[in-house]
């Protein structure tokens, strides 16, 4: 069975802290997404990577860094959290180009106090 | 710029009736993508659809997409409360996937 694994489910930060959210695949997809879901808003791409080392913005890449030095892994960096991250955020992956969808993680709820 | 709208954004409907939602984007786009999430949990594909005029179904549910017109539907078909969920639409352009803000659906026993 395909599987995307976030790191923790939730996460309470304080302001200015560097925090990291990783997320492994076990399917070998190429692409990897980051997105935050906020309520109203949906789901708003960060950042992607649909190679090893590489890495696109989204629509919101403001205050996030992204880091894929594996193909299995991507990791969202927060270089210094703010309130006005906290969010629900969720990973996918998906083969490159592919007709078949994205795969999601269980999402990792992070606050930053 | 790849923009995704949907339509309405929440929807409150009675059991045993039928419903639409719209899902509108702004450039062409080679894939076009529907999924579901209920409350606390992640994301579930429902269907992907890649072609003009495709149209998929499954249960209550069916999806279409017109690449002319850069529309796709989600049809609802005699409600039940178990598809009380929030539908979103998803689309695809190279490698990139945009969605829409969602559809919140209630269904009303």
């Known amino acids: 069975d395909v599987k995307v694994t976030q790191s923790s489910r939730y996460l309470v930060k304080r302001t200015g802290e560097k925090v990291f959210l990783e997320c492994v695949q076990d399917?070998?997809?190429?692409?990897m997404f980051w997105y935050r879901q906020d309520p109203g808003l949906g789901l708003r791409l960060i950042y992607f990577?649909?190679?090893?080392?590489?890495?696109e913005k989204g629509d919101i890449p403001e205050g996030y860094s992204v880091s894929r030095e594996k193909k299995e892994r991507f990791s969202l960096i927060l270089e210094s959290a703010s309130t006005n991250q906290t969010s629900m955020y969720l990973c996918?992956?998906?083969?490159?180009?592919?007709?078949?969808?994205?795969?999601f993680g269980d999402g990792t709820r992070l606050s930053i106090l | 710029e790849l923009k995704v709208e949907q339509n309405p954004l929440f929807l409150s409907m009675q059991e045993g009736k039928n419903y639409t939602i719209y899902c509108n984007y702004s450039?062409?786009?080679?894939?076009l993508y529907w999924y579901r999430q209920d409350p606390g949990k992640s994301l579930e594909s429902l269907f992907v659809?890649?072609?003009?005029?495709a149209v998929k179904q499954e249960g209550r549910l069916m999806a279409s997409l017109d690449t002319k017109a850069r529309l796709s539907t989600l049809h609802i078909t005699a409600a039940v409360h178990d598809l009380s969920a929030t539908y979103f639409c998803?689309?695809?352009?190279?490698?990139?996937?945009?969605f829409g803000k969602g559809t919140r659906l209630h269904i009303l026993p």
């Open positions: 399917m070998d997809h190429e692409n």
């Open positions: 996918a992956s998906s083969f490159s180009n592919s007709n078949q969808p994205q795969h």
């Open positions: 450039t062409t786009s080679d894939r």
């Open positions: 998803a689309v695809g352009k190279d490698d990139k996937i945009i």
């Open positions: 990577s649909y190679d090893v080392k590489m890495k």
């Open positions: 659809l890649l072609s003009n005029g």
